[in-house]
């Protein structure tokens, strides 16, 4: 399996040729540069280290080095043909091909029962005085504490989600965008990684 560090665009919808309207999220796939490959020899499994952002820095000694804004490692079956310091790009994604895509939902804040954990709001009417409360939370002499993974007020968001088995409808290699069908967690510009699943019958037959 193979992966790209991608942003994500924004969410549109497609037609296809039956007239079907589908959902799709854009992600814009800039070059993935080779960083650096890690062997079986040398590090025990093969491993493809890709980074997005590059910015040239000196050292006072006058060396010159390249930062990448973030980096992301993936584990492959071969490093054929693959050198530190190539470029990866949406050409390895074609239409049909399946990825998992994992990012990171947007913030929310500090939030309450109802809105984090979609707890029933109480009586608004006849002198009550339990509206957005939580409620009891613990319990009398035994076992005398609040029990770990109570469901309680707290940060709302900024989750790592992982969707699987995403397909892949659109790939323009030209303009480095893909469109994968249905949402994708994170504000638009938020990092995305794909991983490729399974690639379509028609890139595995033209290669």
């Known amino acids: 399996m193979t992966g790209l560090i991608a942003t994500k665009a924004g969410m549109s919808r497609i037609f296809q040729e039956n007239g079907e309207s589908v959902a799709v999220t854009y992600l814009e796939v800039e070059p993935n540069t080779v960083v650096r490959t890690k062997t079986e020899e040398k590090d025990g499994y093969n491993a493809l280290v890709l980074g997005v952002g590059p910015k040239k820095w000196k050292t006072r000694k006058g060396n010159e080095h390249t930062k990448y804004s973030i980096q992301k490692e993936w584990r492959v079956d071969t490093l054929e043909d693959v050198k530190a310091g190539s470029t990866i790009t949406a050409a390895q994604i074609p239409v049909e091909s399946t990825v998992t895509i994992t990012g990171t939902s947007k913030g929310k804040g500090f939030q309450g029962v109802i809105k984090r954990h979609k707890f029933s709001?109480?009586?608004?009417?006849?002198?009550?005085?339990?509206?957005?409360?939580?409620?009891?939370?613990?319990?009398?002499?035994?076992?005398?504490?609040?029990?770990?993974?109570?469901?309680?007020?707290?940060?709302?968001?900024?989750?790592?989600?992982?969707?699987?088995?995403?397909?892949?409808?659109?790939?323009?290699?030209?303009?480095?965008?893909?469109?994968?069908?249905?949402?994708?967690?994170?504000?638009?510009?938020?990092?995305?990684?794909?991983?490729?699943?399974?690639?379509?019958?028609?890139?595995?037959?033209?290669?």
Not at 175 to 203: Q, Y
Request: proline fraction near 9%; glycine fraction near 14%; charge should be positive.
């Open 121 to 207: 709001r109480g009586p608004e009417t006849h002198g009550s005085h339990h509206h957005r409360k939580p409620g009891s939370i613990g319990m009398k002499e035994y076992p005398g504490r609040v029990l770990k993974g109570k469901k309680m007020p707290g940060r709302m968001g900024g989750d790592t989600i992982t969707l699987k088995n995403r397909p892949v409808i659109i790939s323009d290699e030209k303009k480095g965008v893909i469109a994968v069908k249905g949402p994708i967690p994170g504000p638009n510009g938020s990092r995305v990684f794909i991983t490729v699943e399974t690639l379509s019958d028609t890139s595995s037959s033209a290669s």
